[in-house]
């Protein structure tokens, strides 16, 4: 399963940065590896994976590729309240929703 995290068109990009951080404020452990085809960020002793865009460290769209068993619970609501910190918002096969 995956859900689709963007900032509205209007809104400023965060920063690679801002989102690790944000992160952080949820005790998580975010690992950022930048490879050849995008950014992933990696969440210690979690499957689930974030694979977000960015442009020159800027970014306002990420994926959440859920692991199986990871698709709801605590760490999909860190990673909500993480980027909805930042004003982001969620986008899944019901529509857009806020975070």
Known sequence: METLLRLSDN???STLSEVLDSLKKEYLD???ESKAWGD??????????ISIESNRGLSSSATIEHAE?????ELVQCIY?????LGWHGVDNDGEFTL
């Open 69 to 73: 068993g990871e698709e709801d619970g």
């Open 40 to 49: 992933w960020i990696y969440l210690d002793g979690y499957n689930s994976v």
């Open 11 to 13: 809104s400023a990009p």
């Open 81 to 85: 309240r993480a980027f909805g910190r």
């Open 30 to 32: 975010p690992r950022l």
